[in-house]
Structure formats: structure tokens, C-alpha cells
């Protein structure tokens, strides 16, 4: 008997079993649903671009001396002080070529000498030459007034013919010895131009071996080549016992010795893709904009515009995973580029560094760049996997209680929305239409649920 009951009892269960498993529906993982939740808080959209680090200055070093090197006194990397040695020249040949020069000058100066001394000559000379002509003026007034007497007597017969014959010679001899004192007035006063126009030349070739004595003087000097200003050595070209050219001397502008960096800023000259420049140019500062007739006059016009036009931008590089630089558009390029190896135009965009941490950064890595081309500030969020299209809707399923009776393991609601801007992770929900509701918490589905056979619920 009591076998009996067990057996029934064991039918009973397994009937119970089986009705129960009828009623459930089984659903595989890969028809699993997925939920999301609606959040509220902070969307921006970026643009990314990739650039080197590089100081904002590059120099490069030459010399204006020419000859063979005897020390380098730096490596790259060094950071050197503004004036400090960096490559000392052997002088010798600099020091011959000061001598050379010299002496010109000292042979123009003295010939310049020669020259004004030959003026004051000339000057001495018209001053005799006036006094002469004086005196003769002088004789012939008083040969004028004895020839007058002359004629008068001779018109009463006093005196001979021969008489006034030898005072008219004695008149004309007068008179020609004026002429020729008058002459030499004007010889004197050539001489002296000429004397004057010899010490212009002089002073020119004065000033010009003196010039050349200085810039002698001047390469002498930079056989020891200074650093111009505070900066770091990137590059060395040159070493000891090699033979370097002037840059102000030779044809080929001289031996370049190193380049330096000024570090003081520091700049990422990113590559921004044709597509995303546009949107770059609406947030960069008018200053930053190209210098293309008409185009800041257009942009100061827009008001609403002018408030996005920060430039500020975000900074990070491989070298420091963990940290963000702070940086600003200092200008965009208005001249596109095309990519090697593909047919895609980039604009460059220089980006300057601002931060406190700035100095970290090494030059020549790589950084990535981070326009921030929209934003919106505390709204209503939802995940992006969650946008949905139903019947020509957009919107968001939402998670809802199964109807009373269904089968369905996951009840829904379709909610259409507008949607604003989207980061590839959150969506903008602007505006819930339909009357319908969407609430922060609220569960969407990001992946619908799906039936055994693989339809869409």
C-alpha cells in the first residue's frame, strides 16, 4: 500500500512538473535583453586629432666666423643660458682678416687726410689769386686815368703819338693781366672742388673699411658662438676639427652648427581632417581664425557664436596615460594639405599649451587633441545603444511590467523622442513626444528582448 503512495505521489509531481513547464517560456542568452538607464548630467561631443609636441621657437645657430672648430662645449639636450659659449673657433684666420682690415682703414684714413689738406690748399690758392686780382684791378685803373690824361693832351698837341700809343699799351696790358687774374680765380676755385669731391670719395672709403674692420672685428668675436637665448639643444651638426663657413661670407649662408628650442611654450601642430574643420573653426578664438579677407569680420558678427569661441581644448600623450593638459587654439592653418598615401586633405591646427604641467612634456611625442565642438549641460540622458527607429519613429523602448497574462517574460513601451547631440556613448533626449514620459532612473532596453525563433518581440 505504501508503495502505491509513493508512486502516486511521484506521478503527482511530475504532472506538476510538466504543467508548470508548459507555462514557462524559455529564453536562450542569445535572446537576452539588454537595459540601460535614463541619466541626467553633462554631454560634449569631441574631435580628436593627432600632432607632435614642438617649442614654439626653433633657432638655428651659425656663425659668422669662419675656420676650423676647436671645442663643442654642448650635447643634445643641454639647456643653455642666453650668452652662454657653445662652439669655440679657432681665431687665427679671423685674426688675419682683422689686420688686413685694419690696414685699409688706416690707408684710407690717411689718404682722406691728404685729400682735406689738398682743399685747404685750393682755398689758399683762390685766396692769393683774388689778392692778385685786386692789385692788377687796382694798376688798371690807374693805367685808365693816365691813358684818359694821355688822350686829352693829346688832343692839344702836347704829346707825341708815340706818347699816347704807349699808353694805350700799357691799358690793354691792364686790362689782359685782369683776365688772367680772374683766370686763376676760377683755376683755384675748380682745383678746390676737385680737392672737395676727392675727400667725399675718401670719407666713403672711410666708412667703408671702417665697416669692413668692424665686421672683421665682429667675426673675430664670434669664433666663441653664444647662445642667443635660453633654450635647449635638439640637434648638433658639427664636431671638433671640422671646418665651418660664415654665414655672412659664404654664397651657401653658412654652416648651420645646431638648433636650439625655446621651450618656454610649448605647442601640438595637430592634422584636423577636411570633414571636422569647419566645426574647429567655429570654436576657435577670432584671433586664432585665418587671415582671409572678410572671414573674422563675418565671425564677430555672430553673437551667439562668439560666446562657444574659447579655443580651450583638451591634451593627452602617450608618455602620461594618466594625466590632461590644458590647451588653447592659437592658430588655424586656411591651407589644406594632402595626406601621404591617401586622398585625404588635413588642415593643420596649432594648438598652445597651457598648463602648470606643461614642462613634462618632451618634445617630438605624439599627442592626441581634443576639440569639444558641442556640449550640453545637465540633461536628460539616455545610452546610445538605446535609440531605437519604430515605424518610422525614433525613440527608446522602455522597460515596462508584462501585461497581465502574457507569456512575455519582458513587457515594453515605445517612447518617441527628439534627440540632441551624442557622444557615442549618451544620447541628448530634447524632447519626449506622444504624450508619452521618460523620467531619470528609468529602465530603456539597449538590446531588445528576443522570441525563441529569433523574431523581434
Given at each position: ?138 694798376q688798371g685803373e690807374i693805367t685808365a686815368f693816365q691813358l684818359q690824361k694821355v688822350e686829352s693832351l693829346a688832343r692839344g698837341g702836347e704829346v707825341s703819338a708815340q706818347d699816347l700809343n704807349d699808353a694805350r699799351a700799357q691799358h690793354r696790358m691792364s686790362l689782359a693781366a685782369q683776365e688772367s687774374a680772374r683766370i686763376a680765380i676760377t683755376t683755384a676755385e ?90 574647429v573653426l567655429a570654436i576657435s578664438p577670432i584671433s586664432a581664425l585665418p587671415e582671409m579677407p572678410g572671414l573674422r569680420e563675418i565671425a564677430e558678427q555672430d553673437a551667439a557664436q562668439l560666446e562657444q569661441r574659447s579655443g580651450r581644448v583638451r591634451i593627452t600623450v602617450d608618455a602620461f596615460p594618466d594625466d590632461e593638459f590644458e590647451g588653447r587654439i592659437e ?127
Open positions: 500500500m505504501k508503495k502505491w503512495l509513493v508512486v502516486l505521489i511521484g506521478l503527482l509531481v511530475l504532472g506538476v512538473g510538466w504543467y508548470v513547464a508548459r507555462r514557462q517560456v524559455m529564453v536562450p542568452l542569445w535572446a537576452q535583453p539588454k537595459i540601460g538607464q535614463v541619466s541626467r548630467g553633462n554631454i560634449m561631443v569631441p574631435i580628436t586629432a593627432a600632432g607632435l609636441i614642438r617649442p614654439d621657437q626653433v633657432i638655428e645657430v651659425k656663425s659668422e666666423a669662419s675656420g676650423r672648430i676647436m671645442e663643442v662645449r654642448v650635447v643634445e639636450g643641454s639647456f643653455v643660458h642666453a650668452d652662454t659659449p657653445v662652439v669655440l673657433l679657432d681665431p687665427d684666420d679671423e685674426q688675419r682678416a682683422v689686420e688686413r682690415a685694419r690696414a685699409d682703414f688706416d690707408r684710407a684714413d690717411a689718404m682722406l687726410t691728404q685729400a682735406q689738406v689738398a682743399v685747404e690748399r685750393a682755398q689758399v690758392s683762390i685766396d692769393a689769386a683774388k689778392a692778385r686780382y685786386e692789385e692788377i684791378k687796382a675748380l682745383t678746390k672742388q676737385d680737392a672737395e669731391a676727392a675727400v667725399r670719395s675718401q670719407e666713403a672709403l672711410v666708412h667703408a673699411t671702417r665697416k669692413t674692420l668692424e665686421d672683421a672685428q665682429k667675426r673675430h668675436s664670434e669664433t666663441t658662438v653664444i647662445a642667443p637665448q635660453d633654450a635647449v639643444v635638439t640637434e648638433v651638426y658639427v664636431r671638433p676639427g671640422m671646418l665651418v663657413q660664415s654665414a655672412t661670407q659664404g654664397f651657401t649662408g653658412g654652416t648651420l652648427l645646431m638648433a636650439l628650442a625655446d621651450v618656454s611654450k610649448k605647442k601640438v601642430v595637430a592634422r584636423l581632417d577636411e570633414a571636422d574643420y569647419g566645426r592658430r588655424v592653418e586656411p591651407q589644406g594639405k594632402l595626406n601621404v598615401g591617401s586622398s585625404i586633405i588635413q588642415f593643420d591646427v596649432h594648438v598652445l599649451i597651457e598648463d602648470e604641467k606643461s614642462p613634462k612634456l618632451p618634445l617630438g611625442a605624439q599627442a592626441q587633441v581634443e576639440f569639444t565642438v558641442e556640449s550640453a549641460t545637465n540633461v536628460l540622458l539616455v545610452p546610445a545603444e538605446a535609440v531605437k527607429s519604430f515605424e518610422e519613429q525614433r525613440g527608446v523602448w522602455l522597460k515596462v511590467p508584462p501585461e497581465r497574462g502574457s507569456r512575455d517574460e519582458f513587457g515594453k513601451r515605445f517612447v518617441v523622442c527628439r534627440f540632441g547631440i551624442s557622444d557615442g556613448e549618451h544620447t541628448q533626449v530634447i524632447e519626449v513626444l506622444g504624450g508619452g514620459e521618460l523620467k531619470e532612473g528609468a529602465e530603456v532596453y539597449t538590446k531588445l528582448p528576443q522570441d525563441v525563433s529569433g523574431g523581434a518581440d
